[in-house]
């Protein structure tokens, strides 16, 4: 199986501050086709996940500009600028290459 | 509106069987795979498995291939995850999510709780 490891964020963030979350996996996610199979999901308190990014990059409909993702075929990015308190939550990311579509352990942002 | 709504949930004893339905609306289910995905209390997602369009392929995570069985009718745009020999380590939030190369939409999921 295809692991994915998460980093951890120095909580809490200031609003308006920027936040960074890591994510690498075990094996290059890079696929022949050119994208790559790396999905962020948001994941609210008390609510269920949310799609995020897709393809390491691209944007789910939606879902606010100030979210970004990037990253090589193995060590991904998910980039949050100008905090606010609607992102509270824990950050998945997910691998979709190849069975199981492993999840990462969860990344917690919390504000201040 | 995608709508996508888990039931079935419930408290269960260990070694018993349970089946959870994903009731779908709102899109063309017969078009897509569909996957479950569970959370136990204070965890983080573990994929279960996914399904195709006509059920011809069905992917599990290894650790639940011998326990757990998904299924559809396209005919009633419902998902199912049949679970059977319950332990106490299945205790969890189970959703229904669409799959396309991501999981897009998700349910609000239904609790199963394994106790005696």
């Known amino acids: 199986d295809i692991v994915m490891t998460q980093g951890a964020l120095p909580n809490p963030v200031p609003s308006g501050e920027s936040a960074s979350i890591t994510c690498q996996s075990s094996k290059s996610l890079l696929y022949s086709d050119g994208k790559t199979y790396l999905n962020w999901y948001l994941q609210r308190p008390g609510q269920s996940p949310q799609l995020l990014i897709y393809w390491m990059s691209t944007r789910a409909s939606g879902v606010s500009d100030r979210f970004s993702g990037s990253g090589s075929g193995t060590d991904f990015t998910l980039k949050i600028s100008r905090v606010e308190a609607e992102d509270v939550g824990v950050y998945y990311c997910q691998q979709f290459l190849e069975f199981p579509f492993t999840f990462g352990s969860g990344t917690k942002l919390e504000i201040k | ?116």
């Open chain 2, 1 to 116: 509106e995608v709508k996508l709504v888990e039931s079935g949930g419930g408290l269960v004893q260990p070694g018993r069987s349970l089946k959870l339905s994903c009731a779908a609306s709102g899109f063309s289910f017969n078009d897509y795979w569909m996957g479950w995905v569970r959370q136990a209390p204070g965890k983080g997602l573990e994929w279960i498995g996914e399904i195709n369009q006509d059920s011809s392929t069905i992917n599990y995570t290894p650790s639940l291939k011998d326990k757990f069985t998904i299924s559809r009718d396209n005919a009633q745009n419902t998902l199912y995850l049949q679970m059977s020999k319950l332990g106490s380590e299945d205790t969890a939030i189970y959703y229904c999510a669409r799959a396309d190369w991501y999981f897009d939409f998700w349910g609000p999921g239904t609790m199963v709780t394994v106790s005696s």
